[in-house]
């Protein structure tokens, strides 16, 4: 045998012999040995211990909430025990770790719907915070008079100074019907409006950014030069194109009537 050999021999007997000697049924039972893997039974029983201890682990891995002091905790401290429970009862969901995390969500809930409850209650004993937007339907129906009356007025003073544009473009379905809604500027707004081609006017669609059509500007006349506003890109119903219009104007500080604007 020559030295090569031996020195491979001698190797493989000092990394095996000492985990994994062969074992008896390999060389007594022919229908058996590496087949059954019992050539190395002690490194066999050491993958399933490991085996073992991994679903022991998991098992161990179990959602915990500190219920007696909970209330005690800052926001900061349960936002951070909420995200650690949600983590274990994702990875390793039982039913406990489960239902734990579904119980904090529930304690979380219930505490912000009671916050909620006294919010809307202390407020209306302030008289500094208790006004709000009316609710009963003759007070809305006052208010949108009010509003229809004075955004009349509004734009009759502004009349002279702003106008509409829209850019449309060939083929350009939504710019066809929303030449109805454009039709009712004039009898409602008393202002003027002007449709152009972007296939015409190539050079102002660069300008305006134009890439979704129909698209809608404000163009206010500022000491001789007209300043172009987007109002709105695509199609958009009379009421919301003129609730834009007004919240525009509101915005750029053309009128000064926060009720005339639409939140």
């Avoid at 039974?41 to 002091?69: F, G, H, N, Y």
């Avoid at 734009?155 to 829209?166: N, Q, T």
């Avoid at 300043?227 to 890109?233: E, K, N, P, T």
């Avoid at 509101?250 to 939140?263: A, H, P, R």
Wanted: glycine share 4%; hydrophobic share 35%; with cysteine.
């Amino acid at each position: 045998m020559t030295l090569t050999l031996w020195l491979f021999l001698l190797g493989f007997a000092l990394a095996f012999g000492s985990e994994c000697k062969p074992y008896k049924p390999y060389y007594q039972d022919a229908q058996r040995g590496w087949f059954w893997k019992e050539l190395c039974q002690k490194r066999e029983e050491k993958q399933e211990k490991k085996r073992e201890e991994a679903r022991q682990e998991r098992k161990s891995k179990k959602v915990e909430i500190p219920w007696d002091r909970l209330s005690e905790m800052t926001p900061e401290e349960i936002q951070k025990l909420e995200e650690q429970a949600r983590s274990i009862a994702i990875m390793y969901p039982t039913k406990e770790n489960i239902l734990e995390h579904a119980r904090l969500i529930r304690w979380i809930r219930d505490r912000s719907m009671r916050y909620a409850m006294l919010y809307d209650y202390y407020i209306k004993q302030d008289p500094t915070l208790s006004y709000g937007r009316p609710t009963a339907m003759p007070v809305r129906d006052a208010q949108i008079e009010y509003r229809q009356r004075e955004r009349k007025k509004a734009l009759s003073a502004l009349k002279d100074k702003i106008g509409i544009l829209v850019v449309e473009r060939e083929g350009c379905f939504e710019c066809y019907a929303y030449r109805q809604v454009l039709s009712y500027i004039p009898q409602n707004w008393g202002i003027d409006y002007k449709v152009v081609s972007a296939e015409n006017h190539p050079n102002l669609v660069q300008v305006l950014g134009s890439e979704n059509f129909p698209d809608t500007f404000l163009v206010i006349n500022e000491r001789g030069y007209p300043r172009f506003i987007r109002l709105a890109s695509g199609y958009r119903t009379f009421n919301q194109l003129e609730d834009q219009l007004f919240l525009t104007l509101y915005m750029e500080g053309y009128i000064k009537d926060e009720n005339l604007v639409i939140y």
